[in-house]
């Protein structure tokens, strides 16, 4: 079983030092602690190095804030649904519900990641400890360097795009308050209550205002928020860590290339190594390509969502700047999510052309089984095996974005045709 396993290298008296091992759960374990603080992996023992100590418990405090938050946003799902069925759904007020609901789903799959965490994280440990030890080295931009530069990139964009959104609805709102006090000879009542009172109207009709609430549906929309990130960043650390290891092999490869007499056993080894990172990259793609596949649709929406938006007027010039920046911020982070997650596909093919240029007398059976193994099996993450996120398909979701561009922008054509809504009523 995989909990017994004696992770030791060597069958030595000292047990492993995890802490000075390059793994994948040592470089990811700060950003899966800040994912605990939005309700996300609810796992015990994160911070420790050692992945025989992580657990998942129903009954823990992590469990317990993940159930809290999702009743949460459940209610401010629901009370917008009551209101939309109200002033009837178009194609701009229908986000919000989709928005709540992705989240919630997020939560769900982020859950059933979270129960088969431990094993998992436990055997890619076993996997990687062959690549700790010569003739492997630490590739220059090394493991844990990767995979936390692209979570404080994708975490500072996302951070930048969520204040954009509030700076643009608060100026909304004063702007509206300022006009329409004007307009009536009355007093502008620019605060706090009557601005949630005014952007989260639909929550007040289901529960009374006061500050808790306010307080409440601040924290909650900054939740969803990171959530809704969350999910393509941790597809892209996932297979950064797994592209570093398929770049380890082919590094080894070409290292080869120039020796002169290379025995049998080598490439004995480079083929069992290979194997069991196509058997790990299986496992990992059994756990996680629910949520590839909900991260592609979330995206697939919300780009379409936000490009419909930058091609209607809008009131002010901070509406501009937000709308301009949330699109290009979610192109950008479905391209990474793509391209990071193709390198896995990339890496495990680049010494192909090496394999090809070796000596007839180095050649031998099992260079041919490793040549026909890259040429033929299709090495990647997908979406529930509809598909496989390679570079090929990037292009292909480029072709279905624009497909439902123009389906949404016929949709939305009577709300443009009337142009911008009166401030006031």
């Not at 992770?7 to 899966?32: C, G, S, W």
């Not at 431990?118 to 890619?124: D, F």
């Not at 020796?259 to 049998?264: G, P, R």
Request: glycine content about 2%.
């Amino acid at each position: 079983d995989d909990i017994d396993f004696d992770f030791n290298i060597v069958n030595e008296e000292k047990p492993t030092d995890y802490a000075q091992l390059e793994t994948f759960h040592r470089a990811v374990y700060p950003v899966m602690l800040l994912a605990q603080c939005f309700s996300l992996m609810p796992l015990s023992n994160v911070w420790q190095t050692n992945p025989r100590r992580l657990r998942f418990r129903f009954k823990s405090l992590q469990m317990l804030v993940t159930v809290v938050f999702m009743v949460a946003s459940s209610i401010l799902l629901s009370s917008m649904i009551k209101l939309l069925l109200k002033i009837g759904f178009t194609a701009k007020n229908f986000v919000g519900p989709v928005f709540f609901t992705f989240v919630l789903f997020a939560c769900v799959l982020f859950i059933n990641l979270g129960r088969r965490w431990p094993s998992l994280i436990r055997y890619w440990t076993r996997v990687e400890l062959i690549f700790n030890k010569a003739p492997y080295e630490t590739l220059p931009y090394n493991l844990l360097q990767r995979v936390r530069h692209s979570a404080v990139v994708i975490i500072t964009l996302s951070i930048v795009e969520h204040g954009l959104y509030q700076s643009s609805a608060i100026v909304n709102f004063e702007r509206r308050v300022q006009i329409c006090a004007e307009k009536h000879n009355t007093t502008a009542d620019i605060s706090f209550d009557n601005y949630i009172l005014h952007n989260y109207e639909y929550v007040f009709q289901v529960m009374p205002y006061s500050r808790i609430t306010a307080v409440y549906i601040l924290l909650v929309n900054g939740t969803c928020t990171f959530i809704w990130n969350y999910m393509d960043l941790f597809i892209m650390m996932v297979s950064k860590g797994l592209a570093y290891r398929f770049e380890q092999i082919s590094t080894r490869i070409r290292k080869l290339e120039h020796e002169e007499q290379i025995s049998e056993s080598t490439f004995v080894d480079i083929r069992e190594h290979y194997v069991r990172m196509c058997e790990l990259l299986e496992r990992v793609d059994n756990a996680l390509s629910s949520i590839i596949l909900l991260s592609c649709v979330n995206n697939l929406y919300f780009v379409c969502c936000q490009l419909l938006n930058i091609f209607n007027k809008l009131r002010w010039p901070i509406s501009y700047v937000y709308f301009w920046y949330s699109t290009l911020y979610l192109v950008g982070r479905t391209a990474c999510v793509f391209l990071t997650a193709a390198t896995i596909n990339d890496e495990s093919k680049s010494a192909l052309s090496v394999l090809r240029r070796v000596s007839t007398r180095n050649w031998c059976v099992e260079v041919e089984r490793l040549i026909f193994q890259m040429s033929t099996q299709t090495v990647a993450l997908s979406g529930k095996k509809f598909y496989f996120l390679t570079r090929r398909l990037l292009f292909g979701m480029a072709g279905t974005i624009v497909t439902y561009e123009l389906v949404l922008l016929q949709f939305d054509e009577p709300n443009r045709r009337k142009g911008l809504l009166p401030l006031c009523g």
